[in-house]
């Protein structure tokens, strides 16, 4: 078993915000979403590695009425937590790093997306 995506929520209108946070900040790549899907508004977000492989996906779904997820979120491992925090502050995202060293073998923040979603970064 693998994990295949984990979907965050957005309110109708809010995938160009979303775009800005998943592929501006952290650098996610857009894909489109099937053509059964697309009539749904939201997009898709994928991470891939060196030969190619998705490595993360995130699917943005829009809700009405939304309401962000505060404590469930998804926790993506990046190379470099301090580039990441730094892009995050950048485009004006809130970056808590109070827990860096609480998870052993890693170090990690959150910030929250532009719906309020909240999002985990790691790095080794």
Known sequence: MRLHHVQVS???????AARAFWVG????TEVP?????A?????????????????AEIHVGVEDPMT?????HPALVVD?????????RSAGHPVDDSERDTFP?????H????HGNRVELLAR
């Open 25 to 28: 900040c952290l650098g996610m």
């Open 39 to 55: 009539g749904r508004g939201g997009c898709w977000f994928r991470s891939y590695d060196y030969t190619g492989t998705v490595t």
């Open 80 to 88: 470099d937590l301090d580039v990441a925090a730094n892009a995050l």
């Open 10 to 16: 957005c309110p109708p209108g809010g995938e160009e």
């Open 33 to 37: 979403k099937p053509d059964a899907l």
């Open 111 to 114: 910030t929250v997306d532009p």
């Open 68 to 72: 962000p997820a505060r404590k469930a």
């Open 105 to 109: 073998g890693f170090v990690r923040l």
